[in-house]
């Protein structure tokens, strides 16, 4: 059953909301609960994973250009909407990937109607952290990156999704291992390729 959106955050609240953390068993068991329609597991879900939601948020918010409008607390609230009509989360790391995901179609959504309301266009731009690119010094335009990311999940979709999951969830090596069931070593040979990959596409010949 779809999970039902979250009560609003009021602006300038932060993770001290939340209670005591749950460990990752007892979040799996409320994730369920959650998604199966009871509405008190949804409300201590939310309560449960809004601060680390909320770092999630600001990681991928700095690495922004200067004078973006997006909030953390807004992020995580339209994220955790997106995420409410298809709940079916297997685990904390599937919950966390997804809501990454989700942030990550947020940002690009933003930046298209920021680009569209700008006479002759503009462009916004992000950092990428753990890909070295030439132009990363004056950030790169954040659909491009999208764009970037979309072609690589077309041809390799396991090493596209450890991408979201390392750049986007901020999650370590080992965790994204955990999360898509590959070994630490084949994850770090697969973010070797897929930083080379990105790297290439990204560079100063890639960019628009």
């Known amino acids: 059953m779809p999970l039902t959106g979250p009560t609003c955050v009021k602006s300038g609240q932060t993770g001290s909301r939340a ?4 460990n990752h068993g007892d979040l799996t068991l409320l994730l369920k609960a959650a998604c199966s329609g009871d509405r008190e597991a949804y409300a201590r879900l939310y309560e449960a994973v809004y601060a680390e939601l909320r770092k999630v948020a600001g990681a991928n918010l700095r690495r922004e250009a200067p004078g973006h409008t997006l909030q953390p607390t807004a992020l995580v609230n339209e994220a955790y909407l997106r995420l409410a009509p298809t709940c079916s989360f297997e685990n904390r790391r599937h919950f966390f990937a997804a809501a990454a995901e989700a942030m990550r179609r947020i940002l690009v959504d933003h930046a298209r109607k920021r680009r569209s309301g ?27 990156v999208d764009a970037a990311l979309t ?14 999951l390392r750049c986007f969830a901020g999650m370590s090596i080992e965790e994204a291992a955990g999360a898509l069931e590959i070994s630490p ?3 770090k040979r697969d973010w070797a390729f897929a930083r080379a990959w990105l790297a290439e596409r990204l560079g100063e010949g890639g960019m628009p």
Do not use: C, F, H, Y
């Open 185 to 187: 070593a084949t994850a």
């Open 118 to 144: 700008k006479r002759g266009g503009g462009l916004e731009r992000v950092t990428l952290s753990g890909v070295e690119v030439a132009s990363q010094d004056r950030g790169l335009d954040v659909i491009a």
């Open 19 to 22: 209670g005591k953390p749950l």
């Open 151 to 164: 072609e690589l999940a077309a041809a390799k979709p396991r090493l596209a999704e450890l991408v979201n």
